[in-house]
Every structure is written in C-alpha cells, then in structure tokens.
T-cell receptor, first 113, second 111 residues
Framework: GESVGLHLPTLSVQEGDNSIINCAYS??????FIWYKQESGKGPQFIID?????DKRQGQRVTVLLNKTVKHLSLQIAATQPGDSAVYFC????????????FGRGTSLIVHP | NAGVTQTPKFQVLKTGQSMTLQCAQD?????MSWYRQDPGMGLRLIHY???????DQGEVPNGYNVSRSTTEDFPLRLLSAAPSQTSVYFC??????????FGPGTRLTVL
C-alpha cells in the first residue's frame, strides 16, 4: 500500500542551529502535504502545508520543501529553540478524494540549550 | 471558538466494558476523523466522516463504531474493550483538502 515515512526517528540539535526533518512519500499522485508538531501530552498542531504545484513555502522560521521527482518532503526550522522540541509528523493528503491524510511515524526533535 | 473538544481526558476500563469517547467541533467542518496513537507510533486512522450521516472505515476500524448525526459531533464507541485498545485517541476536523485541527486527546487504559 501507499505510505508516508520519515528517515530519522530522532534528531538532536543545539539551540540556535537550523534543523532539517525529512519525509519520504510513495504516492506520486498525492497533491497536498502537511507538517504537524506534537508536544508531549498534546494533540498535533498544524505548522505549515504545501500543495503539489509548489516547490517551497515559507512560514515564520519554518520552510517546507517539496521534491516531487524523488517524492521527498522536508521541514526546515531556522534558529531552533528549546520550545521547538516535539515530535514532527508529515502527512500526505489522500488523492483518492477522502481528504483524510496519511501520517508518517514521526521524528522526535530534541533541542539542547 | 473552542475548536475541537474531547471528553473524557482519561479513562480506565475493564476488559469487556463498553464506552463512548466524545468529540465535538464548533468550526462547521464537514470532515471529522478518529485516530489512535500508540507509543513511538504515528497516527492510525480508525473511522472518518465526510459529513453528517456519512461515515467510513479507516485503517484500524475493528472494535470501534461511529455515527455522525450532526455536523458538530462525532462520538467513537468501544463495543467490548480489550487491552489492545489501550492507546491515546485523537479526534480531528477539517474542511475538505485543508489542514486538520486536533483535539487534546483521550488516554484510555483497558485492564
């Protein structure tokens, strides 16, 4: 079946560094991708999204890059802060029309002060 | 707006008991879904709804029932709880083709 996965389950960085979290997807027909942040004990929160007609989208300190050729998605966090410590999930929208996304396993980002 | 609310926050059941996890949203979203999250795992879809009166199964539907009589509410019923259903349950809602809004979760333990 189709799947969304992450290359690195845990990423440790120093405060102030830039972080890059990667995600591979297998369904070339997926047309909408979302990154979520989940802090301990809370539900996932939307960070940023990108549609398949774009290669890059920027938010506040975050950038999502989409490479459709190799079916790869990345989330870049600039000047990582301790408050960025969380699990990050990528999700791809079901192109079959249900609009219910499929989630990857998640990457735990640990930011050391 | 309260967003997506879930009750209860915590629940302990004995094997074989039944219960309903409540989920409500006040954003007039047509899409609602239930996920379970196990330690170190991502979110697995249990059931979802694309509008009032319409529900469908997700990846792991066995042992769970849902109904969607109103746009706002999407309860999840455990018919006969089993230890394998110990998990954290999240409800989410969205407009079609847009990001989901998640509730705070219900932590369920089945003994």
């Amino acid at each position: 079946g189709e799947s969304v996965g992450l290359h690195l389950p845990t990423l440790s960085v120093q405060e102030g560094d830039n972080s890059i979290i990667n995600c591979a997807y297998s369904n070339s027909a997926s047309d909408y991708f979302i990154w979520y942040k989940q802090e301990s004990g809370k539900g996932p929160q939307f960070i940023i999204d990108i549609r398949s007609n774009m290669d890059k989208r920027q938010g506040q300190r975050v950038t999502v890059l989409l490479n459709k050729t190799v079916k790869h998605l990345s989330l870049q966090i600039a000047a990582t802060q301790p408050g960025d410590s969380a699990v990050y999930f990528c999700a791809e929208d079901d192109p079959g029309g249900s609009y219910i996304p499929t989630f990857g396993r998640g990457t735990s980002l640990i930011v050391h002060p | 707006n309260a967003g997506v609310t879930q009750t209860p926050k915590f629940q302990v059941l004995k094997t074989g008991q039944s219960m309903t996890l409540q989920c409500a949203q006040d954003m007039n979203h047509e899409y609602m879904s239930w996920y379970r999250q196990d330690p170190g795992m991502g979110l697995r879809l249990i059931h979802y709804s694309v509008g009032a009166g319409i529900t469908d199964q997700g990846e792991v539907p066995n042992g769970y029932n849902v109904s969607r009589s109103t746009t706002e509410d999407f309860p999840l019923r455990l018919l006969s709880a089993a230890p394998s259903q110990t998990s954290v349950y999240f409800c989410a809602s969205s407009y079609a083709g847009n990001e989901q809004f998640f509730g705070p979760g219900t932590r369920l333990t089945v003994l």
